[in-house]
């Protein structure tokens, strides 16, 4: 079964490297014309090479309510739709126990990893998907779905954000589908401080799949999800973690 996006406008935020990168990718080789957002532009311009023709960026920080209306109405005024937006971008300055953050790093996360993927939905279904319908994706974690010693607050941020699909979802249907994907630990530079230096084999051997995730492996998950073959699947949060979840404990 081909997954097929012709004639769609996506948008990704952290689109520029890792996962979003990879989703982009993804997304324009279905023949969906795409937009890219991330911090740095000439991040995005390499990115945007990269990726292939059609492909446009805009600089935005996704925390940032003004930056990403600007960005919404450049994919507006460049590509004249916005069917797709994937909230890909995160952060994750604070690692450590829950009790023992502070408030301005707690802020910022909860800035980035939640109050941002609903302002830029919310701009997504005023500009467009209100009147014509569309796919949100929220990148979430299987962070949130577990407790964790050292990622507490990316994780709590990462558990509303699944919530907060599972309400869209019931807010924004029949026009618009909502969905999200937890991805295990996938090899991308946001992630190195939990796989390099052998932790990741030691990750690794514990998944049932015996790897770890690459950002491909969460581009398809996205693809399916954006799809018209999932025209039928609405408030889901998608696991892409080689099993990670249902390893067996040493």
Same mark, same amino acid.
């Given at each position: ?11 990704? =935020?952290?689109? &520029? ?5 990879? /989703? ?18 000439? @991040? ?24 990403? @209306? ?15 937006? %994937? ?22 996360? %909860? ?74 630990? %996938? ?15 030691? %990750?690794? @051997? ?13 581009? &398809? ?5 954006? &799809? ?8 889901? =949060?998608? /696991? ?11």
């Amino acid at each position: 079964m081909e997954l097929r996006l012709d004639g769609k406008v996506a948008l990704i =935020t952290g689109g &520029s490297r890792g996962i979003g990168k990879a /989703v982009a990718k993804a997304f324009h080789d279905a023949g969906a014309k795409v937009m890219i957002s991330a911090r740095k532009a000439d @991040e995005l311009v390499r990115a945007a090479q990269e990726i292939g023709p059609d492909v446009a960026y805009c600089a935005a920080n996704a925390g940032d309510p003004e930056q990403a @209306e600007a960005c919404v109405k450049l994919t507006m005024e460049r590509f004249g739709a916005l069917d797709v937006l %994937v909230n890909n971008a995160a952060t994750n300055p604070y690692a450590g126990p829950l009790v023992d953050v502070d408030l301005p790093r707690f802020d910022k996360t %909860v800035q980035v990893n939640l109050r941002g993927p609903l302002v830029w939905t919310q701009l997504a279904w005023r500009y467009w998907m209100k009147e014509h319908g569309g796919v949100v994706l929220n990148v979430s974690s299987v962070g949130g779905l577990q407790v964790s010693p050292l990622l507490g607050v990316y994780n709590v941020t990462k558990a509303a954000l699944i919530h907060m699909t599972r309400q869209l979802a019931a807010e924004l249907g029949p026009r618009v589908r909502v969905n999200a994907i937890a991805p295990g630990l %996938v090899q991308t530079d946001f992630a190195r401080l939990l796989w390099e230096e052998g932790r990741g084999e030691l %990750v690794a @051997e514990r998944y049932p799949l015996k790897r770890l995730g690459r950002p491909e492996d969460v581009a &398809s998950a996205a693809l399916y999800l954006a &799809s018209d073959v999932a025209s039928w699947v609405t408030g889901h =949060t998608l /696991v892409v973690d080689g099993g990670g979840l249902v390893a067996l404990p040493f």
